[in-house]
């Protein structure tokens, strides 16, 4: 988890109106337990570093770099090729039907 995801998320929340802000507020709280990587200067570097490479927009190759950073193996995008790999990440779209 980033700063960056937990900011996105409540923005797009409610501009959305998927929750009332009670709603939101629980789920912020929640995705905040989880391992999170601060949005500081290694972020932003591993961010560049990754759109670099891959020629992706910086916001989503940081927050690729945030899951690498935490060791995660999979990032779950629909903004990203589906099963391409990132550095050590993978890319899955979870809307796609298996």
């Known amino acids: ?3 960056q995801t937990l900011a ?3 923005n797009v929340a409610r501009r959305k109106s998927l929750a009332n802000d009670g709603v939101v507020d629980q789920w912020l709280a929640f995705l905040g337990q989880l391992p999170f990587v601060p949005v500081d200067q ?3 570097a591993a961010g560049l570093r ?5 020629q992706l ?3 989503d190759a940081a927050l690729l770099g945030a899951a690498e950073r935490l060791g ?4 779950y995008t629909e ?3 589906h099963n391409q790999i990132y550095g050590s990440v993978r890319a ?3 809307f796609l039907e298996q």
């Open 57 to 59: 927009k910086y916001y």
């Open 92 to 94: 899955v779209n979870p």
């Open 1 to 3: 988890m980033s700063g």
């Open 79 to 81: 903004d990203l090729n």
């Open 72 to 75: 995660a193996p999979v990032f």
């Open 42 to 44: 290694a972020y932003v």
């Open 50 to 54: 990754m759109a670099r490479r891959y």
């Open 8 to 10: 996105e998320f409540a």
